[in-house]
């Protein structure tokens, strides 16, 4: 019976070493309790901010206190991660998240104050010499005046900010820290238990009855929990729902793409600009149902390779070769910066019990970009390292080339770099293959990979949209609401060869990108744009792509 190594059990080697944030707690300590001074050297601008010096000088000291706070909360979360089950880790994450909304609450006076200058005053602060670089800072400030609130509002949501993150925070920990999944018995007969990280790889089995027993497996604990996991969406949901409200924004969608000042006919001609392209997804999966001989595909026979005997398990020593190589296009400078994520250990890769699931790169300025993993040896598995590294490096050479306040990159283009390396991959991968079959099996590959991120994200995006439009209009997020929702979109994005399982009514409750406030269309434009961004990397052109990874929030 196989389990699942704690993580003392795991070589030092593969883990990742957070020493540059921080040499130990108490060097995590003692900067926590700098906060308190930072703040207050923030605060002493207060209605001032209609001097220029004085304005400049608080944009400075919130930048500081911003920084400090980021690299607390990122060491902190990193070393929860690692051990979603410890109590310690944990608890260092509520305490940052917890001075971060009092402080938050207490800095809550700066942009109402901005709002509420007059006109010229405001006017005059914009065309200051003296406030030339955060200019554009200051523009932003000026187009979301309306929908700033006064000190004393601003001030309550801050303080309740920590609060409206309980049903995410209560989500992470019962998904990642407290589900037991069944054991079920793999390919050769042994009993193994079920996971986050095994999962897709026991989906893409040769063997229909282990695909099926990973599917109900998973499906049975979540379908046993649905209530649960429907009062914490939904609560989430009503947070954006009603700090949308508050702030006097038409929908949750307008608010959150206001951030990145997308209009909100974006999001919805993908979803048209997809409906209106399904009939190449249906062919694939009429061709996919001929090729494995059956009469309907259900929900879990869409990830098992049409060329079985090409599939290949891919240690980490392979697949961290496989993408070096593959990403060489990029040039020298990308692959110097590529090589320190394996010599500096900046990646955690194995799964381990209490370990987040998933996969995501995480860091802050100035300080190494961390990927955390879930390595389980199968090829998606050496996309999913080239993806979040497009992450991590997009974040390096965007730190490196500006200053803090400008350094972070807009949301809309954060999945940008991580699917053009995937794509890069792609390429290298199938350029190598020496075998009609092993051809046939990237090629499928490459398709699997735009079903599930343009036409699958794409499928959570209109969920998504749906969750946040029912609830403003005071429908109910039940467990029996989100699930006929949910499956009725799987059967519209599967078409006629898919007969789904009802299970796949449950997916939503494992979903965390659904607690995250509209971020799933991003994967849908980013690889769309990242199509057109390798094709003219493959022919030689890099420096554009290079200048546009150094960018930061230009």
């Not at 300080?367 to 979040?388: C, I, Q, R």
Request: charged share 25%; hydrophobic share 35%.
């Amino acid at each position: 019976m196989q389990e699942l190594p704690t993580r003392s059990e795991l070589p030092v080697e593969q883990t990742w070493d957070l020493t540059p944030l921080y040499a130990n707690d108490q060097a995590w300590e003692k900067d926590f309790r700098k906060l308190r001074k930072l703040t207050r050297n923030f605060n002493q601008y207060k209605g001032k901010l209609s001097d220029p010096e004085m304005l400049y000088a608080a944009f400075k000291a919130s930048d500081e206190l911003s920084l400090l706070m980021e690299r607390l909360y990122t060491f902190a979360h990193l070393r929860s991660d690692e051990d979603t089950g410890h109590s310690g880790n944990r608890a260092r994450v509520d305490r940052i998240s917890a001075v971060s909304a009092e402080i938050g609450g207490d800095t809550a006076w700066f942009e109402p104050e901005l709002a509420a200058l007059p006109e010229e005053t405001f006017r005059n602060l914009l065309n200051s010499p003296v406030l030339s670089f955060y200019r554009r800072t200051l523009k932003e400030i000026g187009r979301d005046r309306k929908h700033t609130l006064s000190e004393a509002e601003e001030r309550v949501l801050e303080l309740s900010s920590e609060a409206f993150q309980t049903a995410g925070k209560t989500f992470s920990i019962l998904n990642d820290a407290d589900l037991v999944f069944p054991m079920i018995r793999d390919e050769e007969g042994k009993e193994i238990r079920l996971s986050h990280g095994n999962y897709i790889k026991l989906l893409e089995s040769e063997n229909r009855q282990v695909r099926h027993d990973a599917f109900h497996g998973i499906y049975s604990v979540y379908s046993g929990l649905k209530n649960t996991f429907a009062a914490l969406l939904d609560a989430e949901v009503r947070n954006h729902v009603v700090d949308a409200k508050m702030r006097h924004y038409k929908s949750a969608l307008s608010a959150s793409l206001s951030e990145d000042n997308i209009p909100e006919k974006v999001y919805r001609s993908l979803i048209e600009s997809v409906h209106d392209n399904l009939d190449p997804l249906f062919r694939y999966f009429e061709l996919r149902t001929k090729k494995l001989g059956l009469e309907k595909l259900d929900m879990y026979d869409i990830h098992c390779p049409l060329v079985p005997d090409a599939a290949v398990n891919v240690s980490w020593e392979e697949a961290a070769r496989m993408v070096k190589e593959s990403l060489k296009p990029l040039g020298e400078e990308y692959g110097t910066v590529l090589s320190k994520a394996f010599s500096d250990r900046w990646i955690d890769i194995p799964e381990c019990k209490g370990k987040r699931s998933g996969a995501y790169s995480g860091g802050c300025y100035g300080k190494p970009p961390y990927l955390l993993l879930n390595h389980s040896g199968n090829l998606d598995s050496v996309f999913t390292l080239a993806h979040e590294l497009g992450h991590s490096l997009h974040s390096y050479f965007s730190d490196r080339s500006n200053d803090y306040h400008y350094a972070g990159y807009k949301i809309f283009v954060a999945e940008v770099a991580s699917t053009t390396n995937e794509i890069l991959l792609q390429h290298y991968l199938l350029s190598r293959a020496e075998t009609k079959a092993e051809k046939a099996y990237l090629v499928n590959y490459l398709i699997d990979m735009f079903r599930g991120t343009l036409y699958r994200q794409t499928m959570f995006a209109e969920f998504e949209l749906m969750m946040h439009e029912h609830s403003a209009d005071g429908i109910p997020l039940t467990a029996e609401h989100l699930s006929g929702e949910y499956f009725k979109l799987n059967q519209r994005y599967h078409g006629p060869a898919v007969a789904p399982d009802p299970m796949i009514g449950y997916e939503w409750a494992r979903i965390p990108h659904f607690h995250y406030d509209f971020y799933v269309y991003k994967y849908a434009t980013g690889i769309s744009a990242a199509a057109a961004l390798a094709q003219k990397i493959l022919t030689g052109e890099t420096e554009g792509y290079l200048r546009f990874l150094k960018a930061g929030d230009s």
